[in-house]
């Protein structure tokens, strides 16, 4: 006899018949069926527990109706359940009176008051008076269980919301209950306080004022701000937000519940740096990140001064039209910053007015931009379903916090096993089915090994055969149900290395797939609109190839090119080789597109103020290729445009035209030229955004849960501003052969010199951080502690060898000098010593890696000596 797999569980809620999935939690399907139970403990994206009980419901059994917890409780076929009797609303009206016994009746002065769970559940479910007359209990208020959050004990109602939050989503457990009875309170290791990267989401999902975030807390009140959803534009993920603002200041960011990208969840660093957009407005330091540049500067006698628009575009045009006029004489880096419709934009000014193929969104720090559209795509969600993910890149909860957070929910659940072919750290370590080491510049020896079981690793691995045929099981024997989720782990290797990895992975197993990390905010919108030197718009290769960024960066230095023109962001501060960048602005003209003041302006010829994040319209395009809006929540400062319509005037004054008059009309072009979705994700209402190909799921968006989420009471579509002037349509010729990437094209590779491991030298790894120096963190003072200082890592057994204790200095010898650092204990492979890009020095400035680097090396190797 055959099973019958249920697709359908009948159930019955308050005599209305309702058609549940098999599995469903009561709560969920009773909500759908139209029914609302009041709940506090409950989270659409954490398991329940049943434990504030504010959900009792009427559920009929053996011995008739009883009480149970609709949260809890999962349906069963022929169920008869009661949400609304007087038996349920006596129930919750005790629950209620039970939580506010000792609840504090604070709510004028608690951050929560006004989008409270607590205030509005005892409104429509509460007696409306207490029959207890016994005082409170006291606390001492607040304290700080880390540097972002504070706790009020008194408010806590022991929901356990933010204590699984930490434990089963983010894994970090370092807050949890402790105490008995009515002393019971939510407290921090005794010797580690809450700095997790994620703390902002147990404030978040906190239903009462018991959790508050140091920068929001007592700035403004729930009534007072106005709100917009938009993207985070932080790092590549594209988690979807609600932005609050009042008084054309931002105030508060809450991550909004998308299905496909974020479930809700935040980091740290996306949440909490709205001081570097807000700035600091005027023009005294513009050698500073925490500047906002308001106003168009030109440098005379030597100093930027502040001039017209006009006069500014006039020296622009100049500067860039005489370098235009020498063969490979202009070029342009950066916009990865930028929106789609900006990328777009500036691609047409700069092969169209320029005639220039040298340009590049990346600073080196990335891969190959037609290798990344050539490889069979991934999406986030077929990334966190597949039977096999296998990690190749840096730390994914440094570089990517909120895509490690979904992969790590499907290791917890168990639905899918991990490969980690790791460099450094390993943030899933406990999680992990396999794990591979590799030492810098090993990484395709090792896709080789994995590929072919007769190739071997040699003497030197640090991995066993066993290991490797465990994971060659694991990926099959044609990759089918796998998926590759790839990205730069060393900024000091070759991208070369990591290249040739992806290329012999990807043929040798032709049904994986591969989900490219690379971190930077719409790095992926900006490779798809042409900011590459093999990369045309709508994802088309071409075959003549101009210069990437150090490759530009190198021609000014040798004199080959004589002109750059910057696109957001701070080169210096962006690439690893800084002083090799400042000699090379140094003989050059260059003219800067951005927003931020910064450590690169100091070369700078001639400075064009632009709109930043929340304050612009348009799109951007996450890792998996997912089009979402912006919304501009704020006017920008001064007289700051969009990019759109800088790329465009500065044309006219070339004496041509982009044909592009606004941010709409730029979008719609995208669409009919290219098939890319800009247009149809910013008039559609696609509030998940679209995936590039045609898919229309981000047209639909699960019920918002205002218990789940508390402060985001409804999410506005975006508006579009207008750039008035009519402007001449430009036909952008096309130069060399375009067509689209495939593989094939970018699929030679030479074999690699890689330097064998010894017992004098360590290779470098240069890593990401999550918390660096970049212009979000300059500009955010309530995250300025948590900048990383410079340290270097190597594993225990290397300090032994070396007699050398944790916390002591070390000279660390490199290719151009020799720096003095203090050392530490770290999980890696012997021979390997690691620091982090973008550390803090004493005296609170970026720290130079320039004397540990070689930038035209393969691997970079150090030494380090006993002082």
């Known amino acids: 006899m055959t099973d019958v797999v249920r697709t359908v569980v009948n159930i019955t809620v308050n005599g209305v018949a309702v058609e549940a999935k098999p599995g469903e939690l009561l709560i969920e399907a009773a909500e759908r069926a139209g029914n609302y139970v009041p709940r506090f403990c409950y989270h659409p994206r954490m398991e329940p527990v049943g434990m504030c009980r504010m959900c009792l419901v009427e559920v009929d059994g053996p011995r008739g109706a009883t009480l149970q917890p609709a949260c809890y409780l999962r349906v069963n076929e022929g169920m008869n359940v009661t949400t609304d009797s007087d038996k349920v609303k006596k129930a919750q009206d005790g629950v209620l009176e039970f939580l506010l016994a000792n609840h504090p ?39 700080e269980i880390g540097e972002l959050v504070l706790l009020d004990r008194e408010r806590c109602i022991q929901c ?99 299905d496909p990208v974020n479930h809700g969840w935040l980091c740290d660093k996306g949440r909490f740096t709205l001081d570097a957009i807000d700035g600091h407005e005027g023009e005294s330091d513009l050698l500073s990140a925490a500047t906002r540049v308001t106003q168009p500067h030109i440098r005379r006698d030597g100093a930027l001064v502040a001039v017209s628009w006009s006069e500014a575009l006039r020296e622009a045009a100049r500067i860039l039209s005489d370098a235009a006029a020498t063969p490979n004489g202009v070029g342009a880096i950066g916009g990865a910053a930028l929106t789609n419709e900006g990328a777009f934009a500036w691609e047409r000014f700069v092969r169209g007015v320029l005639g220039s193929d040298h340009l590049d ?37 440094q570089e990517l916090p909120v895509l490690f957070l979904r992969l790590r929910e499907s290791l917890v659940k168990g639905t899918s096993k991990l490969v980690a072919i790791r460099e450094g750290e390993n943030p899933f370590a406990e999680l992990t089915s396999v794990e591979l080491n590799v030492r810098p510049g090993e990484v ?39 998926v590759f989720v790839v990205g730069r782990a060393n900024l000091a290797e070759s991208p070369a290395v990591t290249e040739r990895a992806l290329r012999i992975l990807a043929e040798r197993f032709p049904a994986a797939r591969f989900l490219v990390g690379l971190r930077r905010a719409n790095v992926r919108g900006a490779l798809d609109m042409g900011l590459a030197p093999s990369l045309r718009p709508g994802r088309t290769y071409l075959a003549d190839n101009g210069r990437d960024a150090l490759a530009q960066l190198r021609a ?91 790329a465009a005037e500065l044309a006219e004054q070339c004496g041509q035209s982009l044909g592009l008059t606004s941010v709409e009309q730029t979008a719609r072009t995208i669409e009919e030229t290219t098939g890319y979705p800009s247009a149809s994700v910013l008039t559609a209402g696609a509030s998940d955004g679209l995936l590039v190909g045609g898919s229309t799921d981000g047209a639909r968006r699960r019920p918002l849960d205002p218990m789940a989420i508390p402060g985001i ?107 003095v650092l203090t050392v530490s204990a770290a999980s890696c492979a012997r021979a390997t010593a690691h620091v982090a890009f973008g550390a803090r020095t004493a005296e609170g400035a970026t720290q130079s890696w320039h004397a540990l680097i070689d930038p035209d090396a393969l691997v970079n190797e150090v030494r380090l000596e006993t002082r």
């Open 105 to 143: 009746l604070d709510c004028p002065v608690c951050d929560k008051g006004g989008e409270c769970p607590l205030q509005d559940q005892t409104l429509a479910h509460g007696s409306g008076e207490t029959r207890f007359i016994e005082e409170k209990r006291h606390f001492v208020k607040p304290i």
């Open 160 to 258: 356990a919301r933010c204590t699984r939050f930490s434990a089963e989503v983010a894994g970090d457990a370092e807050i949890a209950f402790s105490g008995r009875g009515d002393q019971i309170e939510v407290a921090p290791s005794p010797t580690k306080p809450f700095d997790s990267i994620f703390s902002g989401n147990t404030v978040q999902i906190c239903p009462v004022g018991a959790l508050t975030a140091k920068p929001y807390r007592f700035t403004a009140r729930p009534w007072d701000l106005e709100q917009v959803e938009s993207t985070c534009t932080t790092c590549a993920v594209g988690c979807r937000v609600a932005v609050q603002s009042s008084g054309n200041r931002l105030t508060r960011v809450l991550g909004v519940d998308s």
């Open 361 to 397: 969104a990346q600073y080196g720090d990335g891969l190959d931009g037609a290798l990344v559209q050539a490889l069979p795509g991934a999406t986030i969600d077929e990334a966190a379903s597949a039977n096999t993910i296998v990690t190749l890149g840096g730390d994914l909860r």
């Open 444 to 482: 395709a020896r090792l896709a080789s090994a994995l590929a072919d079981e007769h190739v071997a690793l040699g003497v030197d691995a640090l991995n066993s055969e066993f290991e490797l045929a465990e994971a060659r099981a694991l990926l099959g024997g044609d990759g089918a149900g796998v």
């Open 556 to 646: 000014l230095r040798e004199g080959e090119q004589s002109a750059v023109l910057l696109l957001g962001g701070c080169l210096v501060g962006n690439v690893l080789d800084d002083q090799g960048a400042r000699d090379a602005l140094e003989r050059a003209n260059v003219v800067v597109v951005t927003g931020h003041g910064g450590q690169t302006l100091a070369y700078a010829d001639v400075v064009l103020p632009a709109l930043v994040a929340h304050e612009r319209a348009g799109t951007v395009t996450n890792i998996e290729g997912r089009v979402t809006a912006l919304a501009p929540k704020l006017a920008g400062p001064g007289s700051a445009w969009h990019d759109v319509a800088i």
């Open 713 to 819: 009471r409804s999410v506005a579509g975006s508006g579009l501003g207008e750039y008035a002037g009519a402007i001449r349509h430009l036909d952008t010729p096309r130069r060399g052969s375009a067509t689209s990437a495939t593989l094939r094209d970018v699929a030679a590779g030479r074999e690699l010199d890689v330097p064998r491991p010894n017992s004098y030298a360590f290779a470098l790894v240069v890593e990401r951080r999550l918390y660096d120096r970049g212009i979000a963190m300059q500009g955010s003072p309530a995250l300025a502690n948590l900048v990383a200082t410079p340290t270097i890592a190597v594993s225990a057994k290397d300090l032994d060898r070396l007699g050398v204790r944790e916390g002591e200095s070390v000279n660390v010898v490199g290719p151009r000098g020799t720096m």
